[in-house]
């Protein structure tokens, strides 16, 4: 069932379940925006560039890095391989998410892939595996995170740095604390271990090993070929759980 499919109620009804699911991430998004923000006019940025980079982006991470590695003149390549490696994650999301999007249509499909983060994702995939995601659903999910985003990297760019150190006040474990949370409600007993546990070891010997980022990105591969070799793992019909592709 699509949402054009929906009558307006449900439209609704689904819209806000979406941003009632979705509201407790904001707390974890707004001080990282106002971080993002503040980092990017340190680094030379005008307050309209940073905020045009998450209104046109909206990818946390790789604001983190291109704000890290922004300098005069601009590194353009190096800048453009960094972000590239850090959302490589997204092709294993958005695979695994696939099955249920596509039948938004082409366009929204398409769309709905821009607005795409970890959160959003992880509620969409859940509720897909529930039983139903509709259009409608995850717009809820996607417009507060957004906006929340947007507003509050413009807000940080405007004040300047007053949250210079993350790390005194917590905000630089928010975002792991989160997605443990949202990774709890994938569990499904022994079958999760094996490839949570390749990936979590995979991830920690390419941070120690590797240089830059590629531990994102060799730690979700590792968990998903385990994860998909485990019996039982192909499924017809339904979408990819969170473990098959992105442990």
Not at 180 to 208: D, N, T, Y
Not at 210 to 218: D, E, F, R, S
Request: net charge neutral; with cysteine.
């Amino acid at each position: 069932m699509t949402m054009r499919e929906l009558p307006p109620a449900g439209r609704r009804a689904d819209f806000f379940d979406g941003v009632i699911a979705v509201l407790p991430l904001l707390v974890a998004a707004a001080p990282f925006g106002l971080l993002v923000g503040a980092l990017g006019v340190q680094k030379g940025m005008s307050p309209a560039e940073i905020t045009l980079m998450s209104l046109t982006t909206f990818a946390g991470a790789s604001q983190f890095v291109a704000v890290e590695m922004w300098t005069q003149p601009v590194p353009v390549l190096g800048l453009a391989i960094a972000v590239f490696v850090v959302n490589l994650r997204h092709v294993l999301m958005s695979a695994a998410i696939a099955p249920q999007v596509r039948r938004f249509g082409l366009l929204r499909a398409l769309t709905g892939l821009f607005f795409l983060t970890d959160e959003s994702w992880a509620l969409a995939l859940r509720r897909a595996n529930a039983g139903h995601l509709s259009l409608a659903y995850y717009l809820g999910l996607c417009a507060p995170l957004y906006g929340t985003w947007s507003v509050s990297t413009a807000i940080g760019a405007v004040v300047g740095g007053v949250v210079d150190d993350p790390a005194r006040f917590g905000f630089d474990f928010v975002f792991v604390a989160i997605m443990l949370c949202l990774a709890g409600g994938f569990w499904q007993g022994k079958r999760s271990v094996l490839p949570w546990l390749v990936s979590g070891a995979a991830a920690i010997l390419a941070h120690e090993w590797l240089p830059g980022v590629w531990y994102v990105i060799i730690g979700a591969l590792a968990g998903s070929l385990v994860g998909a070799l485990q019996p039982g793992a192909a499924r017809q019909g339904r979408p990819l759980d969170a473990q098959e592709a992105l442990s």
